[in-house]
């Protein structure tokens, strides 16, 4: 698989790079279907380099971020405990976790604020004050880089492909996790863990 690319006119680029890139949704529970914090779940590349590294929240949810709304609009969150800075989460995936408008999942926007986050489309229902979020990774799978740029040609890419990945998740009271899979779209898993003191 490559990305063939045509140039009209001359341009300067600079580590000029297409991405092929998932959204990678995770949620832990437990036997019981209560959600489980504290987990370190690590992703790792077919190279052995670390992709992330996140801790769960209360509802058993990794993200890059998440909180509660504190206010809300058909298209923007606020969350008035937060800092971000100018375009932090710009492109990333904002999923509502629990509470008004849950399980729904938007875009973002360029310019997001120190507190408000702008979606691409309209929420179906608008967050209020239960709700909760989290800003799910990106994993880039592929990258594609142009071998050379001659104006008006057709010009095939180099390919470099990050799979397989290995999920890990450790926790301290149960069987660690280990899953060694191909990213080809967009991971919506639940992942049930497993007591290590736990006896049939």
Not at 149 to 177: A, D, E, R
Request: charged share 15%; with cysteine; net charge positive.
């Amino acid at each position: 698989q490559k990305v063939i690319l045509r140039i009209h006119s001359t341009v300067t680029y600079t580590d000029c790079k297409i991405y092929e890139t998932y959204s990678m949704l995770l949620n832990l529970i437990d036997e019981n279907n209560n959600p489980i914090q504290g987990a370190k779940v690590t992703l790792t590349d077919a190279n052995g380099t670390e992709v992330f590294n996140y801790i769960s929240n209360d509802e058993g949810y990794i993200g890059i971020d998440s909180g509660t709304v504190t206010s809300a609009t058909s298209t923007t969150i606020t969350d008035s405990t937060k800092a971000w800075s100018t375009s932090q989460h710009w492109f990333k995936e904002l999923f509502i976790t629990a509470g008004t408008a849950i399980g729904e999942r938007r875009i973002v926007k360029k310019s997001n604020t120190a507190t408000t986050l702008t979606a691409h489309a309209p929420f179906a229902t608008t967050p209020n004050t239960t709700s909760k979020y989290i800003i799910i990774p990106y994993v880039r799978v592929k990258s594609y880089v142009p071998v050379a740029f001659t104006v008006s040609t057709y010009q095939n890419s180099t390919v470099t492909n990050l799979n397989p990945f290995t999920l890990k998740i450790q926790k301290s009271g149960y069987n660690t996790y280990i899953e060694k899979f191909t990213m080809s779209d967009k991971v919506n898993w639940t992942i049930a863990m497993k007591r290590s003191n736990l006896t049939i």
